[in-house]
């Protein structure tokens, strides 16, 4: 069969494409061949090995620490009086400083006294008229006294006689009791201090006149020792009562002795806005913290590499002092009760009304695992820490070892772990983020040489 023109031009172009295809298909088998070969020549290189991540660490310590309930509390004045007037009269002068101390019988106010001295005149002059009247009276019973049982004298007008005397005492009485009155009135005119403590602001001045108990002068309040009150939740009340002893309680002296029988729990209050900067340069006392144990030094680490300083805490610290007050009853509206704590306030450290942090030392725990809080991370499955494991034939090498824990209470920077950890381990506080459990790890504040020996044993 003959094909025309038109035909044959088709089929050639057919043809041609078809060449095309079958060369690319073969181009791509060619190059898909190529990768084989090369990656089945890298099958067996051996991998680029991860170089140890830097991290820091510190030992987990054993030792005893408080157990404890924090809570916010105010402070109270022991004492706490509101000096009022108790006699109507003008303010002439005001005897005290604002702020300062004063003593017990320390003369603070004093109101015009004159009308009060007349005051006095005229009791003193109406107890000597009743005095007269009385020894009058006295003599006239004298004399009729020996004519009872005879007619002489009617037995109406002896009984008036010995009825004017027993009237006359009253009276006496009565006129000595006014003029009492009236010298205590004049004495309420020196207005004193009720009590050892600090004044407050004046809120009279000289010249007012003031009425009796209806005005305020000043108020005083005792400073030393001082009251820190807190509350407790009810949850936690059985806890608290669990550790008072019978007679703990009782108000406490510190000179040393106690006023139970028994000692009563320890409480530390300290000021939450306490300025560290400040006391420091008022001179207050440094105190330093507990800290862990850092690993020596590596003999042939650089001298410059950082190593842990013992840091100090707030110059003064919390004060000491001890619960002495606990209420009879649980206050239904917040569902908690009272406590109080009584402590030294002899340098005025605390205010009354200001808030503290209070915290009641329970009991003491033995041999407690602490750590930085700074080693502690937190994933899905809670808290967990790592730990550098010495690599065992390896001279330097550890690994990190992931850990779940346990946390107890927090000791200042440290952190109790009731689970999870032993003494003597080294928890890796700084550089955790880049690590990955079983990763190699390169310890830059001091490799441990007696701890690696006793691991790798």
């Known amino acids: 069969m003959t094909l025309s023109a038109t035909h044959r031009g088709r089929a050639v172009v057919g043809v041609g494409r078809a060449a095309a295809i079958a060369l690319i298909g073969l181009s791509a088998l060619v190059a898909g061949c190529d990768r084989d070969e090369a990656k089945s020549s890298t099958v067996g290189a051996p991998a680029a090995a991860r170089p140890a991540v830097p991290v820091s660490v510190a030992i987990a310590i054993a030792q005893d620490v408080p157990v404890y309930i924090d809570q916010i509390g105010r402070c109270m004045a022991k004492e706490s009086v509101t000096v009022q007037p108790q006699v109507d009269g003008r303010v002439t002068d005001a005897h005290f400083i604002e702020g300062a101390l004063v003593k017990k019988g320390d003369l603070l106010f004093s109101i015009d006294p004159r009308p009060f001295e007349a005051a006095v005149a005229r009791a003193d002059a109406a107890l000597a008229q009743s005095r007269e009247n009385l020894t009058l009276a006295q003599l006239e019973w004298g004399r009729v006294e020996k004519l009872q049982g005879t007619n002489a004298m009617s037995q ?14 009253a009276l006496v009485k009565s006129a000595d009791a006014a003029l009492e ?52 939740p009810e949850n936690d009340f059985g806890t608290v009562r669990k550790y ?54 590596d003999q042939a680490a650089p001298a410059t590499q950082p190593v842990a300083a013992s840091a100090t805490t707030r110059p003064t610290g919390p004060r000491a002092g001890v619960l002495t007050f606990l209420d009879n009853s649980v ?6 009760i009272k406590l109080r704590a009584t ?7 605390f205010w009354p009304g200001q808030f503290v942090r209070v915290r009641v030392i329970l009991t003491t725990r033995k041999d407690a695992i602490l750590i930085p809080a700074t ?19 390896a001279n330097d090498e550890r690994a990190a070892d992931l850990r779940p824990v346990v946390q107890g209470q ?6 109790v772990i009731e689970q999870g950890v032993q003494a003597g381990e080294q928890v890796i506080t700084a550089g955790q983020m880049m690590i990955m459990p079983g ?8 490799a441990a040489a007696s701890g690696a020996t006793a691991s790798a044993g």
């Open 156 to 169: 109406s007008d002896i009984d008036q006689r010995r009825s004017t005397v027993r009237v006359n005492e």
């Open 181 to 232: 009155t009236a010298k205590l009135n004049l004495e309420y005119c020196s207005i004193k201090s009720p009590i050892d403590g600090r004044a407050g602001q004046r809120l009279v001045d000289a010249g007012n006149i003031v009425k009796a108990n209806d005005a305020k002068l000043v108020v005083v309040q005792a400073m030393d020792p001082i009251y820190a009150d807190f509350t407790v």
């Open 244 to 297: 008072i002893a019978e007679g703990a309680l009782a108000q406490p002296t510190f000179d040393g002795t106690k006023g139970g029988s028994t000692s009563p729990l320890k409480v530390e209050v300290e000021v939450p806005a306490d300025s560290s900067k400040v006391l420091a340069a008022l001179g207050a006392p440094a105190r330093q913290a507990p800290q862990p144990q850092q690993p020596p030094q």
């Open 331 to 336: 206050q239904n509206a917040s569902g908690t």
């Open 343 to 349: 402590l030294p306030n002899a340098d005025w450290y």
């Open 375 to 393: 080693a502690i991370q937190v994933g899905q499955q809670g808290p967990f820490v790592f730990v550098a494991n010495v690599v065992k034939g």
């Open 410 to 415: 927090r000791q200042g920077d440290l952190v």
């Open 439 to 446: 990763a190699k790890v390169k310890v830059t504040n001091g």
